[in-house]
């Protein structure tokens, strides 16, 4: 993906159209991270993780979603703000 922001663009739009779609949030979420945009990225991760808050699976897109949330909140806590997870 050579193009991050025109590729979030165009996430958003389909999710526009299909609101909540696993491969629309997704690429949302890894387009926006790309792009350097992590308040974005965390946006469509964290409903990501709400909506596959049960899959017990190994899938690679679970997992990244895990760490890269998990990263977020570790680097939140180290800055001395409120954690998100509270």
């Known amino acids: 993906m050579g193009q991050p922001t025109e ?5 958003e739009a389909a999710l ?5 779609q696993f491969r629309g949030l997704y690429g949302a979420a890894q387009a926006a991270e790309l792009a ?3 308040d ?3 946006r ?3 409903k990501l993780a709400a909506q596959t808050s049960k899959a017990r699976g190994s899938r ?3 997992n990244h979603i895990r760490e890269f949330l998990s990263a977020q909140a ?3 806590d ?6 998100v997870r509270e």
């Open 7 to 11: 590729a979030q663009r165009e996430f």
């Open 16 to 20: 526009k159209i299909y609101p909540g």
């Open 36 to 38: 350097g945009d992590n």
């Open 40 to 42: 974005g990225a965390s």
């Open 44 to 46: 469509y991760y964290t």
């Open 60 to 62: 690679n897109e679970l």
């Open 74 to 76: 570790k680097a939140v």
């Open 78 to 83: 180290s800055n001395g703000m409120a954690s």
